[in-house]
């Protein structure tokens, strides 16, 4: 079987382009350039765009599985080329999906519903690869400024998320299955910088900004306002689900969830 990966040189497709060759699959890579993907040797690499269907023409021979994101453009909006995408899909005689949600559902996801493919939705909660954000100034000045609203997050590990569409990609069972994903730990913002200090020997002090200094923080870094206002909300109004721990990572692949601490280990040289 060919698995086509969407989304190949982002952050949860290039755990899984790795994963899908490391259990033995063939795997066509898509990106909108090849030439700075960066992708394994073992990945047949193609050129594609998914707001423009007709650059998509040319990669679907052979290909039975399918990993797609729900996003695209310069503005990362949701995708309206969804119906397209299904169509081409099912022309090819792709048999299982893995769809790996967005904040704002797309099309991709209705053009599946009104489909015979059978798919597999993906809907983590936040990535722990988030916590980049917070390298730069741990790394420069081993202070971290923030509006922190006490919130606890279960964010899950980026390697989890493509362990369980991996899974779904090569067995059997689990099409029409909708997988919320979490990490094994709801952790607060102070609970994740202890963990990164402990990690790289060195204190890490939180500054609390309040919402309006965020704001500002947030606007001189050319966050664009209607980030800014989800980014105050998550901290003034979390979602509840954010921090409900579940136990799918485990349930699908068959191995706990990666822990955060885990996560900072493997990343520890960019806060150092
Ligand atoms: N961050 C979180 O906490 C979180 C939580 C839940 C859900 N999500 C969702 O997860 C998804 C991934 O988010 P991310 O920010 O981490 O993104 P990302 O991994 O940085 O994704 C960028 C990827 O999208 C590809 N891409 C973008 N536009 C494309 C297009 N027009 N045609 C083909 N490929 C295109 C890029 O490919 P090339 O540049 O190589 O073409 C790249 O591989 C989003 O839908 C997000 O809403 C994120």
Redesign the pocket.
Known sequence: MTVLV?????????QLVEQLIRAGERVRA????PA??KLPAEAEVVQ?????PDTLRPVWDGVTGLHL?????DD?GP?QTGHEIVEMATKAGVQRVTV?????PSTVEQALDDSDLGWTSL?????M??ALDLAESIRTEGVVRAFDGGRASA?VH?ADIAAVAATALIQNGHAGKAYALTGPQALTLPDKLSTISATIGRPVELVRLTEEQAREDMRASGYPDEYIEFAIQLETNPPVEGSIVLPTVEEVTSRPARTFAQWVAEHAHLFR
């Open positions: 969407t989304g190949a040189t982002g952050t949860v497709g290039r898509l990106t909108r350039d700075v993907a594609g765009d998914l707001t423009n994101i729900t996003f695209g453009g990362g995708l790996l949600g967005g904040w704002d809907r983590p909660v936040e990535f690869a988030n964010m980026e």
